[in-house]
């Protein structure tokens, strides 16, 4: 499958004040202003270096035996790439999922495989490259990405007092675009620690739920000279947030958008993570998301 998607957007016609208008065709106004056009960067590039051989992702680390991931390029145009990949450890200086970072994976691994491992080996960092898709069939590895593509992204990391670990994606060239679309999926290892309580959290015998707790992610945007866009804001989504009955949001089982344009034109984003079960100064919920078809638009 082609990695880049082209597609322009043709706004719809809505009445106003309750009243409809009707257009002929001989009556139709000339379009002069060309539509937007995006490209949707999937992931499903046939010559990508997925996370394994396990959904553990041990080529995401130096010490791996074999050929490690470190980055992708991803192809937005035919002059400008995405680039996504791991961070550099500030401990060994070499390309290292554990200082944070976007891996490739294909795994969706929501339930133990076998009666000998432990009941929470499917939600535990062993099992941190896999997605939590209830739209997709658990093992199977394909078509638990966003519109049951196989291939998707997971990001790991946050800020935090311990240094910054958060995941980047950038684009080549310097170029600036807007980055304006991105969907979102919960990781197995984040579903299941939120949804049946975390034994390294502050609270290891509630639920994120039962402790009215949440959890955000946030996106921050710089330009080509690394200085941060929309005044340094970021923009935000809710995971879950369980602090109210009457406007609660519940963590979600399947793909979902989440809207990046009030960033404006970026070269690069940065993501974070933001919640409530903090200890020892740092995040305690784990701080992964899987995403997906990210809509970039390529011209006005």
């Known amino acids: ?30 379009v002069t202003d060309p539509l937007p056009i995006y490209a949707v960067v999937d992931f499903e590039q046939t ?38 990949g791991l961070n550099i450890s500030d401990y060994n200086g070499k390309p290292d999922f554990s200082a944070g970072g976007v891996a490739i994976s294909r795994w969706n691994i929501m339930k133990n495989t076998s009666a000998d491992q432990a009941t929470d080996w499917w939600y535990s960092y062993q099992n941190q490259c896999s997605i939590y898709n209830t739209a997709s069939i658990s093992g199977a590895n394909q078509y638990a990405g966003a519109d049951r593509s196989s291939t998707f992204a997971v990001i790991y990391g946050n800020k935090s007092e311990w240094g910054d ?24 290892y984040l579903y299941g620690i939120v949804t049946k309580g975390n034994p390294f959290g502050s609270d290891p015998e509630k639920t994120l739920k039962e402790q009215n707790g949440w959890l955000k992610v946030l996106a921050y945007g710089f330009d080509a000279n690394g200085k941060p866009t929309n ?10 947030d369980y602090r109210s009955e009457n406007s609660s949001v519940d ?16 070269n690069s984003i940065k993501f974070d993570f933001e919640g409530s079960d903090v200890t020892y100064g740092s995040l305690a919920t784990p701080c992964y998301l899987c995403i997906d078809n990210i809509y970039i638009r390529i011209s006005e």
């Open 47 to 84: 010559n990508l270096r997925p996370a394994g051989p396990t959904s553990f992702g041990e080529n995401l680390y130096p010490d791996y035996s074999g050929i490690q991931y470190v980055s992708a390029e991803l192809p937005v145009t035919k002059d400008v790439t995405l680039h996504v």
């Open 1 to 30: 499958m082609n990695i880049i998607k082209s597609y322009r957007f043709i706004p719809l016609l809505v009445s106003l004040a309750g009243s409809s208008t009707f257009i002929s065709c001989d009556d139709e106004p000339e």
């Open 165 to 188: 670990f958060r995941p980047e994606i950038s684009l080549s060239d310097n170029k600036e675009l807007s980055i304006e679309q991105v969907s979102i999926c919960p990781t197995a």
């Open 251 to 266: 963590i979600p089982t399947t793909w979902t958008e989440w809207s990046l344009s009030g960033l404006g034109k970026v």
């Open 231 to 240: 005044n340094g804001s970021p923009v935000e989504k809710y995971i879950c």
